[in-house]
């Protein structure tokens, strides 16, 4: 008896978890890639002293098509302050717009920048200026100390940038044409249930700067990492 009501046990929850993994979205996930759309950035001060730089912001956006290996790339493009504007990238989305590929200039192979697909990772919704975005948290390793985590977001990209999960950049504001869609200030709320389990983060106070180093006295207005978190002091 005992071993049927855990056969029993064993199959429900191999159903379950199958059922999960088989979840989609509710909705029809909004494109990133869109002309018109602008991302603004802050740069880590390390690299506007490295490369004696007059401005520490940054501009993102996607202009025209470009076709690499027969396959058609939305182009993006970025520019530091007033200096000339750079090619940064072929750009595509894939599934849905669940997934990002980039091809950086001169190659021609793509590479994956993120899958919003992927299980590995905290899924859900949440409502930044009475808009509802999925959002997925995404960890990496740095300074071989800590995770440093970073937020994505459907239609706006990361908090890093729009482009990619690994940067010292730090966005501050995402615009739609005129309309301004995501500020670093906003309030962010949940909006909806959660699709996966969140593994939750160091609730240390330690502040890091952006190489891992433990910082005793933040500056203010400097950037820096609190409980595996970008903030601004």
């Known amino acids: 008896m005992k071993k049927t009501v855990m056969l029993a046990a064993i199959f429900s929850w191999l159903f379950v978890v199958n059922s999960l993994s088989q979840t989609k979205w509710t909705r029809e996930v909004r494109p990133l ?11 880590p001060s390390y690299i506007v002293k490295q490369m004696n730089l007059t401005n520490d912001t940054c501009r993102y956006w996607i202009k025209g098509d470009t076709i690499i290996g027969d396959v058609t790339y939305k182009k993006a493009y970025s520019q530091i302050g007033s200096d000339e504007p750079t090619y940064f990238g072929g750009m595509m989305e894939q599934d849905g717009n669940h997934k990002l ?10 590479s994956l920048v993120y ?29 071989g100390m800590m995770y440093e985590v970073f937020y994505l977001y459907e239609e706006i990209g990361s908090d ?13 504001s995402c615009y739609d044409g005129e309309k301004c869609i995501y500020q ?49 002091k």
């Open 115 to 143: 899958d919003l697909d992927d299980k590995k990772y905290y899924m859900g919704e949440y409502s930044i200026r009475g808009i509802n975005y999925f959002r997925t948290e995404v960890s990496h390793k740095i300074g």
């Open 33 to 43: 890639l869109r002309e018109g759309k602008v991302w603004v950035t802050k740069l």
């Open 184 to 232: 670093f200030t906003d309030k962010i709320e949940k909006a909806t249930g959660i699709r996966h389990i969140r593994v939750s983060s160091s609730k240390s106070q330690t502040v890091y700067d952006l190489q891992g180093r433990r910082v005793e006295n933040p500056k203010q207005g400097e950037i820096y990492i609190q409980k595996g978190k970008k903030i601004r």
């Open 160 to 172: 890093v940038g729009p482009f990619s999960l690994v940067s010292d950049e730090f966005l501050l």
């Open 101 to 110: 590929f980039k091809v950086i200039p001169g190659e021609t192979t793509p």
